[in-house]
């Protein structure tokens, strides 16, 4: 059973930073990618940003440049920092891997934006 727990969020006025980030435990198996996945009131989750264990990395349009997604050496602390907020960047956020077939997701942290 893989536990995934967030941290991080908060307030913050608009143009300023975040970084969050996501400490995974529990795997039998290792893990080769994760996600960060936000769910805004209102609408569908989406993926943000997503990196692999040989250090790929991959952004949605709407956060590239602004969002930088990294890992620890030992591959069980992620980060997503984020840098030049906008009120539209307020949501849940959510750490997501996959292991051993099944999907596992954290439990979210609130990051609210204001303008």
């Known amino acids: 059973q893989v536990q995934l727990v967030e941290s991080g969020g908060g307030l913050v006025q608009a143009g300023g930073s975040l970084r969050l980030s996501c400490v995974a435990s529990?795997?039998?198996?290792?893990?080769?990618?994760m996600d960060w996945y936000r769910q805004a009131p209102g609408k569908q989750h989406e993926l943000v940003a997503a990196?692999?264990?040989?250090?790929?990395?991959n952004y949605a349009d709407s956060v590239k440049g602004r969002f930088t997604i990294s890992g620890d050496n030992a591959w069980n602390t992620v980060y997503l920092q984020m840098n030049s907020l906008k009120p539209e960047d307020t949501a849940v956020y959510y750490c997501?891997?996959?292991?051993?077939?099944?999907?596992?997701w954290g439990q979210g942290t609130q990051v609210t934006v204001s303008s």
């Open positions: 990196i692999t264990s040989g250090g790929g990395t």
């Open positions: 997501v891997t996959r292991v051993g077939g099944r999907e596992y």
């Open positions: 529990g795997s039998r198996f290792a893990i080769y990618a």
